[in-house]
């Protein structure tokens, strides 16, 4: 759905780790430069903990939809393009 602004993402259901551990996400991440897009806490927490690499986007929606999540991303899409070039920014929180 977000091929046209992001067309090097991927969903983890998409390349095998759907039921990873967040361990297993975050080194996958880690091996291939990724950032992690999630609505995920423990990202956050885990961001805090060892820095980056990966850089971590906390979407803080709450349970919405996936077409929600969807509009704000793009929505967002100047600052998170602001964001992944700046080498020493790690974390971002989108709401």
Same mark, same amino acid.
């Given at each position: 759905?977000? @091929?046209?602004?992001? %067309?090097?993402?991927? *969903? #983890?259901? &998409? !390349?095998?780790?759907?039921? @990873?551990?967040?361990? &297993? #996400?975050? /080194?996958?991440?880690?091996?291939? /430069?990724?950032?992690?897009?999630?609505?995920?806490?423990?990202? *956050?927490?885990?961001?805090?903990? =060892?820095? *980056? %690499? %990966?850089?971590?986007?906390? #979407?803080?929606?709450?349970?919405?939809?996936?077409? $929600?999540?969807? $509009?704000?991303?793009?929505?967002?899409?100047? $600052? !998170?393009?602001? =964001?992944? &070039?700046? /080498? $020493?920014?790690? =974390?971002?929180?989108?709401?």
């Amino acid at each position: 759905m977000l @091929a046209d602004l992001y %067309p090097d993402s991927s *969903h #983890v259901r &998409d !390349i095998g780790l759907k039921s @990873a551990t967040d361990t &297993d #996400v975050w /080194e996958h991440a880690v091996r291939n /430069e990724l950032i992690i897009v999630s609505k995920d806490s423990d990202f *956050h927490q885990r961001s805090l903990l =060892f820095g *980056h %690499p %990966p850089k971590i986007i906390w #979407v803080r929606l709450g349970n919405c939809s996936t077409g $929600t999540v969807e $509009t704000l991303l793009r929505e967002q899409s100047d $600052t !998170i393009r602001a =964001f992944v &070039d700046d /080498e $020493t920014a790690a =974390f971002l929180i989108l709401s």
